[in-house]
């Protein structure tokens, strides 16, 4: 896959979309954890978990694989080439 969809961050660690694929996947993942929590009507700590946590953290788990594969290796950095120090 030669189509780079995120970049790395200029400030600190992860990506950023640049593609519109990118930010589908982004907009897609809002959408999909907001229907999450509207699923979640009772107080019980079972259901929580079952309608919200754990589909959370497996669509937060597939985001950061997808990115990984579709973007830069994240790395930290703090500023873009050009403002390095010599």
Do not use: H
Request: charge should be positive.
């Amino acid at each position: 896959m030669n189509n780079i969809w995120f970049k790395r961050k200029t400030y600190g660690w992860g990506w950023t979309p640049v593609t519109w694929q990118g930010w589908l996947l982004v907009v897609g993942y809002i959408i999909l954890v907001l229907l999450l929590s509207l699923a979640v009507e009772g107080e019980s700590k079972r259901e929580a978990l079952l309608f919200f946590i754990l589909p959370f953290v497996l669509l937060t788990i597939t985001l950061i694989r997808i990115c990984y594969k579709t973007g830069k290796s994240p790395r930290w950095q703090w500023g873009g080439d050009s403002l390095k120090q010599k």
